[in-house]
């Protein structure tokens, strides 16, 4: 029963659909909880470090309820997407609802489309690979499948990663400079993927093309079935799911950097280029991506079996209370600044 514990990531969708139902100044409680009431649940329960090993790791790495839960999100997201953008084409909203519902489908978005496409992303089996990839669709977000697999786990934590923050570099500045690298590198990188194949860019085999194609139908359907206003508001939506995703970027590797080696290599990816956080809530909020460190060392892990390392840099507060930090720069420059190796310091120099 006590697995159970990972249906807490669908109150956000729950609470989601309660604004979308109810309307008025209902709209706004997907915000209110994901930015003010899980933060603060974060500082009052206590930091599990706990690792799950022998018989028990084999047990929780076979049980297949841990798929079911990140299957069930591409109903939940796809079914509220869908409903959102029905209610927003028949019926009149205030601007302060209209505001409450995109931002509110941007977190449903980028935490249980996203996150969880993340995680099926890195799965052995094409099926669930095909699962994540449609979960970035209603994102427009598609080319991060790419980028992240094929640029970001292996430049993460150098200069040459646009995922990785620099260190004094702010959330904001942050966004636009990754948003436009990755998508960038997406195309660089599926050149390379073609090239080892001995296929050219103009190639059916082209993912990028076909990346591009599915999420302009999409956004025609949506023009067709509802109009041009709410073809709007879900690129609206896309646009705070993905720079949700961004902002989880940012706190995720802020201001660590890998040695180069004399062969002018990077050292390899160890736990203490990402920032961990064992922080309860953000953990089962969003499965386990908060154990940042123990995904890098070995991305195919599946999230109810990743790990805490005693040498991985510690986050003073959950992933979301992080998130809410980093919307003030100084602040946040003021509390991890100093936690970030002087040795990394001067390598960002």
Not at 67 to 80: A, C, E, M, R, S
Not at 232 to 248: S, W
């Amino acid at each position: 029963m006590k697995d159970l514990k990972y249906l807490t990531a669908f109150t956000i969708p729950i609470f989601a659909f309660i604004g979308i139902y109810f309307k008025g100044y209902w709209t706004v409680i997907t915000p209110v909880y994901a930015f003010m009431l899980i933060p603060v649940m974060e500082l009052l329960l206590p930091v599990n470090t706990t690792n799950f090993e022998g018989e028990e790791r084999e047990t929780r790495l076979k049980n297949k309820l841990f798929d079911w839960l990140l299957y069930l999100n591409i109903p939940i997201v796809f079914g509220l997407f869908y409903t959102s953008l029905y209610e927003l084409a028949t019926t009149s909203y205030e601007t302060y609802e209209l505001v409450g519902i995109i931002v509110s489908m941007g977190i449903v978005l980028g935490t249980n489309g996203i996150n969880v496409a993340h995680e099926l992303g890195h799965r052995a089996k094409s099926y669930e690979r095909i699962l994540g990839k449609l979960l970035l669709l209603p994102s427009l977000y598609m080319h991060f499948y790419i980028e992240h697999n094929y640029g970001h786990h292996l430049n993460a934590a150098t200069k040459e990663d646009p995922a990785t923050a620099k260190y004094n570099q702010s959330v904001y500045s942050f966004w636009f400079t990754s948003v436009t690298r990755q998508y960038m590198n997406a195309w660089v990188i599926q050149k390379k993927l073609l090239g080892t194949e001995k296929r050219g860019i103009f190639s059916l085999y082209n993912d990028m093309f076909w990346y591009t194609l599915i999420q302009l139908i999409h956004l025609i359907f949506i023009f067709f079935l509802f109009g041009a206003s709410v073809s709007g508001y879900a690129i609206l939506m896309a646009l705070v799911g993905f720079l949700l995703l961004e902002t989880v970027n940012y706190i995720e590797h802020y201001g660590l950097l890998r040695k180069k080696l004399p062969s002018g290599r990077y050292e390899r990816v160890r736990e203490v280029h990402s920032w961990n956080s064992n922080h309860v809530m953000g953990r089962i909020i969003l499965y386990e991506l908060t154990r940042h460190s123990d995904h890098h060392f070995k991305s195919s892990k599946k999230y109810q079996i990743l790990d805490y390392h005693d040498s991985s840099p510690q986050m003073p507060f959950g992933y979301p209370t992080s998130m809410v930090l980093s919307f003030l720069p100084p602040l946040w420059f003021r509390i991890m600044n100093p936690r970030i190796p002087d040795e990394m310091k001067t390598s960002s120099l």
